[in-house]
């Protein structure tokens, strides 16, 4: 089975603060994504990487930077948290030329 | 532009009794199409996925949904409802030809009664 686990259930981060969410898949798939996931807008994605160290934004960029300098982990970072991205973190990772993603347990964030 | 939209952010059924949960889309390349289901502060489970092949697609618990082009619509259904189906439940359709990217519908609580 595909495991894909991401550091932290639940955070409360202070605005302005550093934010750092890590991902990480043992299945040696290429490409992992970060989505945001609010009541009503369903899954919006943030970042995506196709490969180490290579990455392409997705709808929602601004505010975050993503890293990639493994094949197995991929971190989404916050430069400076607001309220506005108090919200639920979804990680997914997903082997070359398959469609199917593969979802880690979430993190939510809240940022006061 | 392509899109996704689920009929219904709310669906209530009774236990026991069938399940519909509405996906249509507009795709302008042949689509690939999924079903993921949300548990309560849980990631997002892979139900069951269209990739070309049989229309009638059959998936875990007891899902299953049919392609139907004409309609461009991928409904999902389960003819006898358990109180644990309840959850959320995402339909998503690949994006254009894109290798990476799926489109996600809003999603829909599905909420059984006793």
């Known amino acids: 089975d595909v495991k894909v686990t991401q550091s932290s259930r639940y955070l409360v981060k202070r605005t302005g603060e550093k934010v750092f969410l890590e991902c990480v898949q043992d299945m040696d798939h290429e490409n992992m994504f970060w989505y945001r996931q609010d009541p009503g807008l369903g899954l919006r994605l943030i970042y995506f990487?196709?490969?180490?160290?290579?990455?392409e934004k997705g709808d929602i960029p601004e505010g975050y930077s993503v890293s990639r300098e493994k094949k197995e982990r991929f971190s989404l970072i916050l430069e400076s948290a607001s309220t506005n991205q108090t919200s639920m973190y979804l990680c997914?990772?997903?082997?070359?030329?398959?469609?199917?993603?593969?979802f880690g347990p979430g993190t939510r964030l809240t940022v006061t | 532009a392509q899109s996704v939209t689920q009929l219904g952010s709310h669906v209530s059924v009774s236990e026991g009794a069938l399940v519909l949960l509405r996906c249509n889309y507009s795709?302008?390349?042949?689509?690939?199409l999924f079903w993921y289901v949300q548990y309560p502060n849980q990631g997002l489970q892979l139900l069951l996925k269209?990739?070309?092949?049989a229309t009638l697609v059959k998936g875990i618990n007891g899902f299953e949904a049919e392609f139907k082009k004409s309609e461009t619509s991928f409904h999902l259904t389960k003819p006898s409802a358990h109180m644990s189906d309840a959850a959320e439940y995402f339909c998503a359709v690949r994006l254009g030809d894109s290798n990476y990217q799926l489109i996600w519908g809003a999603g829909t609580k599905l909420i059984i009664k006793p």
């Open positions: 990487s196709y490969d180490v160290k290579m990455k």
């Open positions: 997914a990772s997903r082997r070359g030329g398959r469609y199917e993603q593969y």
């Open positions: 795709s302008s390349v042949p689509p690939y």
């Open positions: 269209y990739t070309s092949a």
